[in-house]
């Protein structure tokens, strides 16, 4: 227990906490106390990080007054609160968020340099914790930013991986993955709470035993448990005085070590049971488009599932909370399937824990509970065998079961002698083998269920989930993913949001529709010498970050062209690499002269699920094109390709501001949304983009002329993918069939023809997002591309107005459509 018992009758007791002055003499008191009392060393013999850490801490205070007086004022108002469950949170650097949030930017600028520190090499020294794989722990995380922002009551619940996303690295050529040890110098944004640790159960057996008012229920006998202790991260809003809490569980053993074990001398055994469950929360499952079936990962998924509810439910709600009232106090949002076992765990607390009857207890839980799905891929949809969910949560197979049976039920009544509609939409699979399906368990339950842009909500309710929105269509919304633009803007982009603000004033940063306001500057020749030289001052930054980080040169006087997402086929990376392939072999082979070549510079960043085979073999191949084009001098100067290794939030930051060319290519029909080209349009670059996902909003937003759309669109893929046949067009397009024989003939890996060969003949014969069937279309935007870009005014124009209409893209904006559709908080 905390608080009142508090024997003192000193006014701070209870608050308020007094926050150290914002001033550069209060900053540096406090960063010196800190150094000090925290580090304990003085700043003549502080190390890099201990400054770091000491700075880190002194914001810390400056934002730990509105926290807990946040937290006071939640407790007080007993509003209903977003609970969002997520796996994943891609949070990024924290510092330099935090220090903006607090408009203390300047006075620590200031501060640093007083004791003779640059502020720069403490920013560098933060490891961004890569909680997440790619959009999906993004989005997660500029959902807190913004909830925060628009002080909505939420806890961001999810789990403290000790490694996160792993560490990129390339050797000759190919990718090698590293731990990505973000912990090991210390974490100074996260508060450990022992004390609110949460007992969770797995395995066992299920038993019926009569209760104290003799009625017969059902009893969990678990063979194992876990702990999980809770580590709290602020979550501050922009300059409005909130800062809610992200929650993150880290499992832990209920006994360290067996005393008696080691007392005989079989020290490995007597940490066995510490070492097993400590890995539930030591990675992160490094896949976001497939699921494995992997034990650990359903134990991951429950592990932070039951120690969330059991948080709010037991620590968070007043003792004397009356359960029945749960949904006017609790909204859980279900970010993708991986927290969806979350559903049975409600109704098993509140039927074995709190003695509620069936019935009650199922009203409440669908009326707590709503389903984000962010896929389209259909392996991307987890099911969990029942053989693994029942030896691993046997109590929660039983509830699953009940639930299918009665929703079973409805379906009959609602469809009368309809069974093999039945089949169809049981939550239980019966092929290949018995398993549990995720996304319908969470559909059933959930009171809505949306997708993350327009093009992705219609083809959910009309080819993934058709049979359920036919029963239900009032459940199904959408919800267009959104980006927040205090990171992805303000902190990232400073040049641009000193000109926007200079030209509009600063509403634009928690109210990004008036980004709008921009519109006429796009036809004022000064705004817009201003907003190139934005750009170039941006691809300065990027050339000295890429320098020192990489070793890559990026000239300045090219269009920069960019590629920045999860590696995956349906991405297709591999038709951004024929581009360029195609580009290089028009110069080498004579057909183009090399000055006739727009000046092009290409950035790729992906990272490969280690082990998505062919995945790493696209990331091969792009390196090897990069050395060969870089090193030719048939196309200095005119085409460069440069790869940096480990793509993350960090990098994001420098990337985006400085690109020109924003490259969303999927094909379409498969990319549920995308983020990247949310953020890219915001920072001024132009899209060359198929009509997929967001892209379809944000061509409708800034315009036909001011984005390069090409490729097939969702129907007229679904027409051609009976009897595709790739070989068809590399045998009619010479130029497809020259650009792939050249990359085929070993040209770019040194004559070595095999280490080709994976992605070649996947190209050729199989082909499963249509790369070769949209390569025409594609080269034929990307001379639009070039066309448009030969005219910098032009060019400058469509990016402005590509600025000005994408303020739809606020991850405000999709909050107020939660709250608004689903939430109703
Ligand atoms: O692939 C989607 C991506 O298109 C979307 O922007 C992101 C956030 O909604 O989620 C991604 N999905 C996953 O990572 C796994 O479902």
Redesign the pocket.
């Known amino acids: 227990r905390i608080g009142p018992t508090f024997r003192t009758s000193h006014p701070l007791a209870s608050g308020p906490v007094v926050q150290p002055a914002p001033t550069v003499d209060g900053f540096v008191e406090t960063f010196l106390g800190e150094l000090n009392y925290g580090q304990g060393v003085l700043l003549s013999q502080s190390t890099v990080n201990d400054q770091y850490l000491a700075l880190a801490r002194t914001v810390r205070r400056y934002l730990m007054a509105d926290w807990l007086e946040t937290g006071a004022r939640r407790r007080q108002a007993q509003q209903k609160t977003v609970a969002y469950l997520s796996a994943e949170y891609l949070l990024g650097r924290q510092l330099g968020n935090n220090l903006l949030a607090t408009n203390l930017q300047d006075v620590a600028d200031a501060a640093m340099s007083r004791c003779g520190i640059d502020i720069a090499s403490l920013r560098a020294q933060e490891v961004e914790p890569g909680l997440g ?4 722990g993004r ?1 997660a995380a500029c959902f807190v930013d913004s909830l925060a922002t628009m002080d909505v009551p939420c806890i961001g619940y999810g789990i403290r991986y000790e490694y996160g996303i792993f560490r990129q690295t390339f050797e000759g050529d190919r990718q090698v993955e590293v731990p990505d040890s973000w912990l090991s110098l210390g974490s100074p944004w996260e508060f450990p709470h022992p004390e609110r640790q949460v007992l969770v159960h797995f395995g066992g057996r299920t038993e019926e035993v009569t209760d104290e008012n003799g009625r017969v229920v059902c009893r969990w006998v678990p063979d194992w448990n876990v702990v999980g202790m809770p580590y709290h991260y602020m979550v501050p809003g922009h300059r409005n005085g909130v800062v809610n809490t992200l929650r993150l569980w880290s499992a832990k053993a209920t006994q360290a070590f067996d005393l008696q074990i080691f007392n005989s001398g079989d020290y490995a055994e007597a940490v066995r049971a510490q070492t097993f469950a400590e890995n539930i929360s030591k990675v992160l499952y490094p896949e ?2 497939t699921p494995q079936g992997k034990e650990l990962r359903l134990q991951q998924q429950y592990f932070f599932v039951a120690c969330s509810l059991h948080d709010f439910i037991d620590n968070t709600l007043p003792h004397d909370f009356d359960l029945r009232r749960l949904p006017e106090r609790l909204v859980v949002q279900l970010n ?1 399937t991986h927290p969806v076992i979350a559903i049975p765990e409600l109704m098993r607390i509140l039927v074995d824990r709190k003695g509620f009857d069936w019935d009650e207890a199922w009203d409440i839980t669908k009326r707590c509970f709503a389903y984000t799905c ?2 389209l891929l259909p392996e ?1 949809l987890e099911v969990w065998s029942v053989e693994l969910l029942g030896r691993l949560l046997p109590r929660h197979l039983e509830i699953i079961y009940r639930i299918n049976e009665e929703f079973l039920e409805e379906v009959r009544e609602a469809f009368p002698g309809d069974e093999m509609l039945v089949r169809r939409m049981s939550v239980i699979a019966e092929h290949p083998e018995r398993s549990v399906r995720m996304a319908y368990l969470a559909t059933v339950a959930g009171s809505k269920v949306n997708g ?1 842009a327009e093009l992705h909500s219609q083809l959910l309710r009309d080819k993934v989930l058709p049979d359920f929105s036919r029963m239900w269509p009032d459940k199904f919304t959408n919800v267009t ?1 959104g980006i927040t633009p205090r990171r992805f803007v303000l902190l990232a982009n400073r040049r641009l949001s000193d000109l926007v603000t200079d030209t509009i004033g600063d509403g634009w940063v928690t109210d990004l529709d008036r980004l709008r306001e921009l519109e006429p500057y796009a036809d004022d020749a000064s705004f817009r010498a201003a907003f190139r030289e934005v750009k170039q001052g941006n691809k300065e930054r990027l050339a000295a970050l890429l320098r020192v980080r990489d070793g890559l040169e990026i000239p300045q006087d090219s269009m920069l062209d960019v590629m920045v997402k999860r590696l995956h086929e349906y991405k297709r990376q591999t038709l951004k690499l024929l581009h360029i392939v195609s580009l290089y072999d028009d110069v080498v082979s004579g057909r183009v002269a090399a000055e006739d070549l727009t000046p092009r510079t290409v950035v790729f960043g992906a990272k490969a699920a280690p082990g998505y085979h062919l995945a790493k073999e696209i990331i091969f191949l792009v390196n090897a094109v990069a050395d060969t084009v870089n090193a030719d001098p048939r196309v200095a100067g005119r085409l460069s390709v440069a790869f940096p290794a480990n793509y993350n939030v960090t990098l994001a930051e420098k990337l985006i501001p400085a690109a020109d060319l924003s490259e969303q290519i999927s094909l379409a029909g498969k ?5 990247g080209n949310m953020k890219f349009a915001l920072n001024g670059a132009l899209t060359i983009g198929t009509d997929d ?1 967001a892209n379809v909003e944000i061509r409708r937003l800034v315009g036909d002329d001011h984005f390069f759309l090409f490729g097939m669109t969702e129907p007229e893929v679904e027409r051609l993918r009976p009897g595709y046949t790739p070989s068809m067009y590399y045998e009619e397009d010479a130029r497809l069939r020259s650009t792939i024989d050249l990359l085929a003939s070993g040209h770019f890996t040194g004559g070595d023809r095999q280490a080709v060969a994976p992605v070649i003949d996947n190209l050729l014969h199989q082909d499963a997002f249509m790369a070769l069937a949209d390569f025409r279309s594609y080269l034929d935007a990307q001379e639009r591309v070039e066309a448009a870009y030969a005219d910098p005014d032009a060019w400058s124009r469509s990016a402005i107005l590509n600025v000005a209409r994408s303020g739809f893209f606020s991850s405000d904006r999709s909050m107020r459509d939660y709250l608004d559709r689903i939430w109703h908080a």
């Not at 794989?133 to 999906?136: D, E, F, P, S, Y």
């Not at 990319?671 to 983020?675: D, I, L, R």
């Open positions: 794989n790619g959009g999906l989005l976001d488009s993708d962010h896929t991307a993350v993913n990319e549920a949304s995308g983020t996902g």
